[in-house]
Structure formats: C-alpha cells, structure tokens
C-alpha cells in the first residue's frame, strides 16, 4: 500500500501518530489544527464540522459538511478535507466567516467553526439559486434542533437545515441566521468554488494497522466479500454515525474494521417498472436528492433523520445493518414493503425486510453478508405518512416511530402496511391492525377500532425517552392522525 495521507486546507499530510480507531476529529486537533471542537463527541452538537470533498452529479465536486468525530480518519485516506483554518484567516475571511462577524453570529466562538464549515458547504452548493425574500420565516430559540424556519429557503436561495446538528448555546440562532441569508454566491477567484469543476479524489485503497486494530478499504465488491467470509469477526462500517458512537463513549475497539462506503456496487439508485432498488452505502441526502420526492413516505422521513451533518454520511445499509429497534428507516421501509438483497462471496440473496429482524440487534445476516440494496416493490401505495415522537422536532432518537401506507378502493382499505420503530425488540409490522383495516370502509368507526388494536402492537418499554404508557398512547393517536390527513371539507375521501 501508499502512503496514507489526507490533503488537508490544500496540503498533503501523512496520516502519522494514529491508530485504526483515531477519529478525524481527534487527528486534526493533534496535528495542531485546533478549530474543530469536540461537543458531544456523538455527531449531535456540530461543533467537529469539516469540509469534504465528495463526487458531485455532474461528474465534479461537492463540498459535504460532515461531522469529524464520527469519521475514522483513516477512512480519509487520500481525500481531501477543509477545516475552518482552511476557509479564511483573520487578515483574510471568508465570505462565511466575514457574515458571522457582521451579525454578531458568535459568543464564546465554541460552535463557531462548526457552524462556518456547515455554512460553507451550504454556500457552495452548485444548484443554490438566489430567490425573492420570504415573508414568514422564524426561528424557535427553544427547539433543541437547531434552526426552524416556515420557508424552505432564504431569498439568497440558503437553505437552512443545511445547519441543522449545529448547535449554539450563547449567541441565540437569529444572527447566525441573518448571516446566512446575507451570503451571496462565489466570486470569481474563489479557490474552493473553483475547486467544484474538477473530479473528487477517487477512493483509495487502505490496508492501515496500529493501535491493536486494523482498518481495511478494499477495490472492490468482490474482494469486500472474500475479506468477510475470511475473517467472520470483521465490522462492516458505512458512514460510521453509529460507530464513531460506540467508538468515542463506549470505548469499542473492533480488530477489524471494514470500510464499503465508497463501493461503486453499493452506490447506485435506479428506479425501474416494478422496482426502486437503492445501494446500501448511498448516504442519504443523495438518496433524498436522486428520488426527489419520488417516494413520498421517504420525502417525509428525510428531514427527521437525524440531521443533514448525519444524513451527508448515514446510509440505509448502516441503520438496517445494526439492527437498532429505534432506527428510523425500518418503519418506512416496513411500510413500503422493502426487500433487502443480502450478498456474501457465494452469491446474492432477497429477503423480506419484515423477516429479516430476529430479536434485539439481531438479524438474518450471516457474518459473511452485506446489505447490497434495498429494493421497494411498485407501485406505492397511494395513502403514505411517517410519524416520528421523539423530544425535539429534529435532531433527535425516537421515541416511537411508525410508517403507514394504504390503498383505498371505492372509499375501502385494500391493502395495508404499517411499520413501528421503538415498540419492541425490533422494528415490526402491526399485522394485527392491518387486518382490522383491510377490507372495511374508510371511515372514523374503522379507524377508531384499528386504533385500539394499534394500542396494542409490540411490547412497549419505558426508558429515559417515553413511558411505556405513553408509547402505547402515542400509537393509539397515528393512525387518527393520518385519517385527519385524508379528510377534505368534513367529506372522507377515497384514493
């Protein structure tokens, strides 16, 4: 293998004093670039934001803003990174930094470089288009997610859940806001704008041992699937959200870590007659922005998984991989009626996403298997919703989740899924309700008799997010709720 190094703010460093569990985080504050700031050290807080180059559409880059205490550096091998150092410079801001000043968009300046790189990334975005002003925006100073605002975009075409996981406790968010909307676009010279016409560093291969463990980036799918059926202990990892977790506060030291983001295999997304199939290692905003509200139940869940710093990296094979029962995506997928296409080095197989969960972060995958895909079966159904109940509006663990999808015929339920997330050892399908549903009418008696079976479903625990009384209320009320959608002029509508 090459040398590892990492370009970072423009200049190649080797990747030295390290160990195969050392976060980016904790190698860049140790090489002296001390701007990023470790929070929360769980991806929530946003204060470790840095710059990454990414392959963008159109063949050139993209400036992703991830957070650096989830992503093992080594899994920067041969990338290229700016930190908030690499943006401006006292003599010389950057036009995002230069804002935040203006405002007054900073206080103790602890969150502050996060915010710029987040600012940054959003700044540069290639298809960020200067809009008339909106009329109603706001922002609730007491939501611990972050920035709200009732228009999607600023009038200089920001949009302001790029921010969102970033976190301030001094300034208050409105100056940080107006900063934002006062940006204008790249001015010609603009290294980092300019930077976007040319491809992304292509993956690197990686093979880097020290500190007792080991962390492999394999060329390719194949050799992904004999390193696995080789070594059955190995830990596949993705955006490592969930494992930059268990790696920075349960001290997790894996001997083998495996690196499949960057596979081609597991990076496509096609949409055909009867099938949408989706790679498992496709972060998540590129999923969003490839199926552009193709999917309506997954157009709603997007912007309540975690936040856009997670969502930039967190990918479906990662939340499905873990077998969490508090994931977002099962329930929706649930709903949808997902097939998972698990490979391993003897071939492929398909199964369905309401079989593969067997008990408490357990699951049908072998040891020598990946998540490849994951296919939704089409047509959709034509009623979709996803409800998630969880302490803050964004940027939160559920306390329940739940994803409905239905068909109505002549104003009668012909079909119906519904997933549940954070009700039992494992995600689930509400059969019973379903039953109670499918093949009667469409009206407030059958949604009500559904909804006391609902009640019912799982085994609801209480811990630290929701009793289990309150879990059971809470799905006692979704399916009144979505009926409430559907419901035009005090008339029921059928599909």
Not at 160 to 174: D, I, K, Q
Request: hydrophobic share 40%.
């Amino acid at each position: 293998m090459d040398e590892i190094a990492i370009t970072v703010n423009g200049l190649r460093r080797p990747l030295e004093g390290a160990t195969a569990h050392t976060t980016a985080l904790d190698w860049l504050r140790d090489t002296g670039l001390t701007g990023s700031k470790e929070g929360c050290a769980e991806g929530e807080c946003g204060a470790c934001a840095m710059l990454v180059a990414t392959p963008g559409t159109d063949g050139g880059t993209e400036w992703t803003a991830v957070n650096a205490c989830l992503v093992p550096v080594a899994a920067l091998n041969g990338q290229e990174v700016v930190t908030a150092e690499g943006l401006g410079s006292p003599e010389s801001l950057h036009p995002v930094q230069e804002k935040l000043a203006e405002a007054g968009g900073s206080q103790c300046g602890y969150c502050t470089p996060g915010f710029a790189c987040s600012m940054a990334g959003e700044y540069y975005r290639a298809d960020r288009v200067p809009a008339p002003a909106h009329a109603h925006d706001v922002v609730d100073e007491h939501d611990e997610g972050c920035l709200v605002h009732d228009a999607e975009h600023g009038p200089n075409g920001f949009d302001l859940h790029a921010l969102s996981g970033n976190l301030c406790r001094c300034t208050g968010y409105r100056p940080i806001r107006d900063a934002a909307y006062e940006l204008g676009m790249p001015e010609p010279g603009d290294e980092l704008a300019a930077r976007r016409d040319r491809p992304a560093p292509a993956a690197v291969p990686t093979d880097f041992t020290a500190g007792g463990g080991r962390f492999v980036r394999p060329a390719t799918l194949d050799e992904t699937l004999r390193l696995i059926r080789d070594e059955p202990s190995a830990l596949l990892v993705a955006g490592s959200t969930d494992l930059g977790v268990e790696v920075n506060l349960r001290g997790r030291r894996a001997p083998l870590v495996v690196a499949v983001e960057q596979l081609d295999e597991l990076r496509t997304l096609s949409v055909g007659d009867d099938v949408i199939e989706i790679g498992a290692a496709l972060p998540l905003t590129e999923v969003e922005r490839r199926l552009d509200g193709r999917v309506p139940l997954l157009a709603q869940l997007f912007p309540q998984f975690a936040s856009r710093l997670i969502r930039n990296r967190g990918t479906f094979g990662g939340n499905l991989g873990t077998g969490s029962p508090i994931g977002d995506t099962p329930p929706a997928l649930l709903a949808l009626g997902a097939r998972l296409v698990l490979a391993s080095a003897d071939g492929e197989r398909e199964v369905e996403l309401a079989d593969y969960f067997t008990g408490y972060r357990q699951t049908i995958r072998r040891p020598d298997e990946l998540i490849r895909a994951v296919r939704i079966p089409l047509p959709l159904a034509r009623v979709t919703a996803f409800h998630k109940i969880a302490k803050r509006r964004f940027d939160d663990i559920s306390s329940v989740a739940l994803g409905f999808a239905l068909d109505l015929e002549g104003g009668v339920v012909t079909n119906a899924r519904i997933g549940l997330g954070g009700v039992a050892a494992t995600p689930l399908r509400a059969y019973d309700t379903e039953a109670a549903l499918i093949g009667n009418a469409w009206n407030i008696a059958t949604v009500k008799a559904a909804s006391t079976v609902l009640q019912g479903e799982g085994t609801p625990m209480s811990d630290h997010r929701a009793s289990s009384d309150y879990r059971s209320l809470m799905l006692g009320s979704a399916l009144l709720k979505l009926y409430s959608t559907t419901i035009h002029d005090d008339k029921e509508v059928s599909a």
